[in-house]
């Protein structure tokens, strides 16, 4: 069974920082791209970045800048690293893992970031 664990959330200042990290186990199949999203309260899950297992990077605008994500594709594991956090910023952080092949992804429980101004 597959299981997507994140960890790394907190509260933090504006201005702060935070680590995220999220490993993706138990799968048949390769791991390719790996990546994190968000969602606040009322709004849609958003993708915040992501990266393959080749290490190209994608990431939305509003994060540009700020939050860099990496990988440790032996441990498929990814992180994310947020600096100068803004209240914005607060949200479920959620990991997804979408394995070469089957047209289906994994998706962790989230961990709560939450900025205050």
């Known amino acids: 069974q597959v299981q997507v664990v994140e960890s790394g959330g907190g509260l933090v200042q504006a201005g702060g920082s935070l680590r995220l990290s999220c490993a993706a186990s138990g799968s048949l199949f390769k791991i390719n791209a790996m990546g994190w999203y968000r969602q606040a309260p009322g709004k849609q899950r958003e993708l915040v970045a992501s990266?393959?297992?080749?290490?190209?990077?994608n990431y939305a605008d509003s994060v540009k800048g700020r939050f860099t994500i990496s990988r440790d594709n032996a441990k498929n594991t990814v992180y994310l690293q947020m600096n100068s956090l803004k209240p914005e910023d607060t949200a479920g952080y959620y990991c997804r893992a979408d394995p070469l092949g089957p047209p289906y992804v994994f998706w962790g429980q989230g961990t709560q970031v939450t900025v205050s101004s």
């Open positions: 990266i393959t297992s080749g290490g190209s990077t």
